[in-house]
C-alpha cells in the first residue's frame, strides 16, 4: 500500500496551496480516509477527514479555511488550504482515519510572514 501525499511548498500567510494524495494497493472506496499533519517537535494530528459516501469533518484549527475531497474513480485524496496561517507549517500526510497504513515521506506546507 502506498499513500503518497504532494503539492506541498512555501507560501505567504493568507495565500492557498492545494494537496494531493495517491492511494494504491488498497480498495480505496472501502476507507474513510484523513489528512494529518505534524509540526516540528509535535505529534501527528488528524486535521480533516472525507467518508466513503463523502461527508467530511474538520478540526477547530482547519475549519472554514480547509475543504477535504476524494476521487474514488482515481483514487486520489485532496485538500484544498486556503487562508494559510504560520501554524498551518507542518509535514502533511494521508491516511484512513484509523491510521491503518505506514506513513509515506509526507509533503511539507510552509507558511511565510
Known amino acids: 500500500v502506498q499513500l503518497q501525499a504532494s503539492g506541498g511548498g512555501l507560501v505567504q500567510a493568507g495565500g492557498s496551496l492545494r494537496l494531493s494524495c495517491a492511494a494504491s494497493g488498497l480498495t480505496f472506496d472501502d476507507y474513510a480516509i484523513g489528512w494529518f499533519r505534524q509540526a516540528p517537535g509535535k505529534q501527528r494530528d488528524l486535521v480533516a477527514t472525507i467518508t466513503v459516501g463523502g461527508s467530511t469533518g474538520y478540526d477547530d484549527s482547519v475549519k472554514g479555511r480547509f475543504t477535504i475531497s476524494r476521487d474514488n474513480v482515481k483514487n486520489m485524496l485532496y485538500l484544498q488550504m486556503n487562508s494559510l496561517k504560520l501554524e498551518d507549517t507542518a509535514v502533511y500526510h494521508c491516511?484512513?482515519?484509523?491510521?491503518?497504513?505506514?506513513w509515506g515521506q509526507g509533503t511539507l506546507v510552509t507558511v511565510s510572514s
Open positions: 491516511n484512513t482515519v484509523t491510521r491503518r497504513y505506514s
